[in-house]
């Protein structure tokens, strides 16, 4: 999703102000695959309040982030700021116009000469293909990073990993890097969480590491376009940065997300509904409704 508004904003087709509140909606939005995760051990009694709390927590921090920063950046542009900063900073202007030479298009310049010498008729063959690609590869780290936490995990993941919010942050951030998705680690997560081998305090600062991990994705796309594409890529990591420093460093806050997760999850098991409607409304109806008042 990120991606796709970093080239809209590289086409011109949407500005910074405009893309800045989406990238922030977009945040909200990619924790939807971790409570359909949870919404799986239902039937489970306490794996499924552990599953749910480990899935929500990442929800209402990322809600929570929106609260706090949305306002200010309404009035200060402080994410908008910050990012053209650092742009100015690296390449000393910030224009649509404004291209570089992309370490991207150098790296895979070799390959994209080889495969745009195949004769197809249709380019829809090659969007299969790349979809068929994406898929193989998501596929093949998934059950990679499976096999390697299923031996010895709890041990492992507490003497090592885990040991520490600073090692699950950095945990989190560069597993996400190496998928390319949030989603899938978080996810992927879960179930852990669920079984009793991570706590929801260790589950806590990974989600976190997975959001400035997810950030990669924005930042690889913009490389390959202008300047004012990688401002937007690089509000979506302040905006991640910026709420890990404000909520999570912040001890009046940090525990704000923990304890919403824990209520939820006691109210969840008390109604097997509750996860259902929880999704629908948050993810679902309460956008809608948003969008139809916003265009009044």
Not at 186 to 215: C, D, K, M, W
Not at 242 to 256: E, Q, V
Request: hydrophobic residues 55%; aromatic residues 12%; glycine residues 6%.
């Amino acid at each position: 999703t990120t991606s796709l508004i970093v080239g809209m904003v590289s086409s011109g087709a949407l500005n910074l102000g405009g893309a800045i509140p989406m990238i922030m909606g977009a945040n909200i939005g990619t924790t939807v695959t971790n409570i359909i995760v949870s919404i799986g051990h239902i039937n489970r009694g306490n794996e499924f309040k552990r599953a749910f709390a480990a899935a929500t927590v990442h929800d209402f921090f990322n809600v929570f982030a929106v609260i706090l920063l949305f306002p200010i950046e309404i009035a200060f542009g402080l994410l908008e700021k910050t990012a053209s900063g650092l742009a100015y900073l690296l390449f000393g202007t910030v224009s649509v116009s404004n291209e570089f030479n992309s370490p991207i298009k150098a790296g895979i310049k070799w390959g994209v000469h080889h495969i745009e010498s195949l004769s197809f008729e249709n380019n829809i063959v090659f969007i299969i293909l790349s979809v068929l690609l994406t898929f193989a590869m998501l596929y093949s780290i998934v059950k990679l990073l499976r096999s390697l936490v299923l031996d010895n995990v709890q041990q492992f993941f507490d003497q090592y990993i885990f040991k520490t919010a600073i090692r699950s942050i950095l945990f989190g951030m560069l597993l996400t890097i190496m998928v390319q998705s949030s989603s899938i680690t978080t996810s992927t997560i879960v179930p852990l969480a669920g079984a009793g081998v991570l706590t929801l305090r260790q589950v806590y600062p990974f989600t976190l590491g997975a959001n400035i991990g997810t950030t990669i994705t924005a930042i690889l796309a913009a490389l390959t376009l202008n300047v004012t594409a990688l401002v937007a890529a690089f509000a979506h990591l302040f905006f991640n940065l910026y709420g890990i420093l404000i909520i999570y460093m912040n001890p009046l806050f940090r525990d704000i997300p923990i304890n919403l997760a824990n209520w939820i999850s006691e109210v969840a098991i008390k109604n097997k509904f509750i996860p259902l409607v929880y999704l629908v409304c948050f993810f679902f109806l309460l956008p809608f409704l948003i969008i139809l008042i916003g265009r009044q």
